[in-house]
């Protein structure tokens, strides 16, 4: 017998028509006599507005209530879609997280899942029910109400999966899979049918939507194979996996591209240890969050040029602290807006030659100017002007045979 763990995103089961849907799905599973666990999250747009009540009350809502409020969508879709099983003649029931527990550490609203209780769980399943699990919410030590970010069900999953040791952890949601880029920006995108950890954790951290990137990563920890399905047709979705399970001989997996990136430039700044740490540190303090960051090598020893890219939305914020930072001197600032990092991902750069070359030159094919690079071992970004980012996917598409 097989242990399976379905997990339903906010728009799966956005509708009382949805979740009538959605309980066929789990009525597939458990009549192919699987061990079935269902995870849930919150109707879509319930949650939203439960952080936006939250926001009403107070400007400075306390954390705790916070996390008891948000939670609460996760218990309204599991009772209704447990209702719903028993409605069609299945033993089922609804679980929250304390009830479990699922337990967690960390601050509230981004604690972590640490454990989850599955005797109770295990007994029932045993005696043929389905369990259907508020995602998202878990408790702490002092026994308050947790949760573990915005998009969390899906690490709820994960460690769930983990701890009742499931053969499969299905996510569902409203897209059928992993594309190799956003079909909506690029109508030749592909589906991919399996996509390593690592580079899922890239496409998730640089712009593509699908997981929440603490997921994938308590997915790799823990060895967890998961399928991203869509609950909407009825398609093979993508399987994101270990490297050390599957071959492949896909150099390039996908193309990410984010939005709203801003450049900075400090002209003539000391060339000095220390430096680059007295400029960061008042950005940190202020949760800035810095991505590209490039020094130019000084051309007399006593000066260079540092230039890093954040988000737009800070830029007025980074130019006064840079101002007013009394540690540092400097020539000239200058600022860019509108600017994009279009990132090529793949474990199979590791081992062949000449990617970045090729990526360089289909760019300047389409006469795309870079203004900053970045690589990693199996990544490789580009900072362009947002303009050009759709030429830029298509070309990149094209030239890593992903079309
Ligand atoms: N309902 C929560 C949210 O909207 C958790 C989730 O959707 O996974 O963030
Ligand atoms: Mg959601």
Known sequence: MKTVVLKFGGTSVGTIDRIKKVCKIIAFYKKKKNRVLVV??????????????????SNNFDKAEYDTLVSTGEQV??????????????????WTSWQLPILTDGPHSSARISSVGIKELNKYINSGGIPVITGFQGISNDFRITTIGRSGSDATAIMLAKFVKAEECIIYTDVDGVYTTDPRQYKKAKKIQKIFYDEMLEMASL????????????????????????????????????????FSNQIITGISS???DAKITIVGVKDRPGVAASIFRPLSKNLI????????ISQNGKETDLTFTINSEDLKKT????????????????????????????????????????????LASKK????????????????????????????????FKLD
Do not use: W
Request: hydrophobic share 40%; charged share 25%; proline share 1%.
């Open 40 to 57: 849930s999250s919150a109707m879509s747009g319930v949650t939203n507005e439960l952080v936006n009540k939250s926001k009403l009350i």
């Open 77 to 94: 879709s599991c009772a209704l879609i447990a209702g719903r099983l028993k409605h069609n003649g299945f033993k089922s029931r609804s």
């Open 207 to 246: 712009g593509s939507k699908v997981m929440q990137p603490t997921s994938v990563q308590d997915a790799k920890l823990n060895e967890i194979d998961i399928k991203v399905k869509s609950s909407f047709v009825s398609k093979n979705g993508t399987l994101i996996t270990s490297s050390k399970k599957i």
């Open 258 to 260: 984010t939005k709203n």
């Open 289 to 296: 969050n810095v991505d590209m960051v490039v020094q130019n």
């Open 319 to 362: 130019e006064r602290l840079i101002k007013k930072n009394n540690s540092i001197s400097y020539k000239k600032l200058s600022f860019d807006k509108d600017l994009s990092k279009v990132s090529i991902i793949g474990v199979g750069m590791i081992t062949t030659p000449g990617i970045t070359y090729r990526m360089f030159q289909a």
């Open 368 to 399: 795309i100017n870079i203004l900053v690079i970045s690589t990693s071992e199996i990544k490789i970004s580009v900072l362009i002007s947002s303009k050009n980012v759709k030429k830029a996917i298509a070309v990149l598409h094209k030239e």
